[in-house]
């Protein structure tokens, strides 16, 4: 029998000044996935993630969370959820074991259970060298972790990120997204992103809002995920036959591919070591995001969007 979801939305709705802004969201999510949750400036996204995290509530509508109805039940259903705002709620002038041990006791952890929590939540983050550091003193890409590990101290079974990449500079983006990778196998997660690259990246399911509907939502085929290749010289035509992790090949133009491939890692290191072998010069090795990005302007170009 399969597992209900962990978070399920049903019909919300919203009005603003007696205006509906969200017009009957459905969402469902179950252990394991990682929905990326897209929509342009105004969409009603952030009122949507307000009110699934329980800041806000609809005025229709019902949100549940591992089986708990989240405006009955909201102490019941919050135990299951970690929550990352877009700003972190970071106390600068705290160290980041005591933050987290502020954090844990607002959880109504007791002092052992405390100290289990942020031992886990520090070794999942990587903290583990800056725990009696002052988190004013940290960089952003610390004080972002520090922020998704106060999500996770209490073992959440749905974990709800907004935005945890914004403002980051490409190797802390890297750390990131490998926390995430790392969490998704335990947890229902939820990432707000403007990053079409990243959705495409880390989420196995993209829903897109626009004019507080969902337009779209549908999975993310990861083994049939996108690459595209530029040489400076042109390689024989088969080139890519024998390569690790890529299926086939379009040919864009002399020097310009885009490959299917079943592991972007593998594929991308085989292409890189060919490239070097064959002095052909690599200048473009990128995920392509292009078929995301079409379906985004598609939905989201054409005013008004079509009521079902």
């Known amino acids: 029998m399969p597992e209900p979801p962990l978070l399920a939305a049903h019909q919300i709705t919203r009005y603003y000044h007696g205006r509906k802004v969200l017009h009957g969201i459905d969402l469902e999510l179950g252990r394991g996935e990682v929905l990326g949750f897209l929509g342009p400036n105004g969409a009603g996204k952030s009122t949507t993630m307000n009110i699934l995290c329980g800041v806000l509530a609809p005025h229709a509508g019902t949100v549940e969370i591992c089986g708990h109805d989240l405006a009955r039940k909201p102490l019941a259903a919050k135990r299951h959820l970690g929550y990352l705002p877009e700003t972190p709620p970071l106390h600068l002038d705290a160290t980041v074991d005591e933050y987290l041990d502020y954090c844990a006791r607002l959880r109504g952890l007791d002092r052992s259970a405390a100290r289990a929590a942020i031992a886990e939540a520090r070794a999942t983050c990587d903290l583990d060298d800056v725990g009696s550091r002052l988190i004013g003193n940290l960089s952003k890409g610390y004080r972002q972790r520090v922020g998704i590990a106060q999500a996770l101290l209490h073992d959440p079974a ?20 490998a926390m995430i990778e790392k969490l998704a196998s335990q947890h229902a997660i939820i990432l707000s992103t403007h990053v079409l690259s990243e959705a495409q990246m880390l989420c196995n399911r993209v829903a897109i809002l626009h004019h507080g509907r969902i337009a779209f939502n549908a999975p993310i085929e990861t083994s049939q995920a996108l690459m595209r290749v530029a040489f400076a010289h042109p ?62 302007v598609d939905l989201t170009c054409n005013d008004p969007v079509a009521v079902p």
């Open 158 to 177: 749905v974990v709800v990120l907004d935005e945890p990449t914004s403002g980051l500079d490409p190797n802390q983006i890297r750390t990131v997204r």
């Open 235 to 296: 390689p024989r035509d088969d080139w890519y036959v024998g390569l690790a992790g890529i299926e086939t090949a379009e040919t864009l133009d002399d020097t310009s591919y885009r490959l299917r491939v079943s592991d972007y890692a593998d594929a991308a290191e085989a292409v890189s070591r060919f490239a070097v072998d064959g002095a052909l010069g690599l200048r473009e090795l990128s995920r392509d995001t292009s078929r995301l990005e079409q379906v985004f």
